[in-house]
Antibody
């Protein structure tokens, strides 16, 4: 069973870069079984898909965030990462990493989530 | 992007009630729809994928139906552990999008 754990700063200053890492256990980011995703959820609101990376390094991003987002993978550490530049208060949310099955069309495994607050 | 509209946004129900939540896509998505349950402070958990396929380990009181633009999640007999929020998600095209959610609370 795949397990995911997000890590990174809980507080980011406005205009700075948000950086999070997802550590994968029980599976390999190199396996090709899943896409590796970032999803966020502002307090009391719905879920927003940020983007994903495949084992080949191919990425797909939410069009509304594409200019500010980079997702990368580190196969040696079995991790994948999110960078979101020029953050504002609107980027305050719980950030989740999750696996996506292309054959099922579902996010099957999720991390516990990490709250990132954008504030000075 | 494909817009996903869920209704109702909230529903009050009692243990044993039958609860139905609907999700409408802004364009046809075939059966590329998943349903999730989320409890406060927890990550979402997939219940249904491909519109009607039950995820392993999910109780059979949960069922999904629909295709094209209109989909339904049904809880046949609501249990205490089912009080939560529910989200639909389309997987037909990028960007992947979620419905706004339905909160099921105790009447």
């Amino acid at each position: 069973q795949v397990q995911l754990q997000e890590s990174g700063p809980g507080l980011v200053r406005p205009s700075q870069t948000l950086s999070l890492t997802c550590t994968v256990s029980g599976g390999s980011v190199s396996s090709g079984t899943y896409y590796w995703n970032w999803i966020r959820q502002p307090a009391g609101k719905g879920l927003e898909w940020i983007g994903r990376i495949y084992t080949s390094g191919t990425t797909d991003y939410n069009a509304s965030l594409k200019s500010r987002v980079t997702i990368s993978v580190d196969t040696s550490k079995n991790q994948f990462s999110l960078k979101l530049t020029s953050v504002t208060a609107a980027d305050t949310a719980v950030y989740y990493c999750a696996t996506y099955s292309g054959s099922r069309g579902s996010f099957d495994y999720w991390g516990q989530g990490t709250l990132v607050t954008v504030s000075s | 992007d494909i817009q996903m509209t869920q209704s109702p946004s909230s529903v009050s129900a009692s243990v044993g009630d039958r609860v139905t939540i609907t999700c409408r896509a802004s364009q046809g998505i075939g059966n590329w729809l998943a349903w999730y349950q989320q409890k406060p402070g927890k990550a979402p958990k997939v219940l249904i994928y491909a519109a009607s396929s039950l995820q392993s380990g999910v109780p059979s009181r949960f069922s999904g139906s629909g295709s094209g633009t209109d989909f339904t999640l049904t809880i046949s007999s609501l249990q205490p552990e089912d009080f939560a929020s529910y989200f639909c998600q389309q997987a037909d095209s990028l960007g992947l999008t979620f419905g706004g959610g339905t909160k099921v609370d105790i009447k």
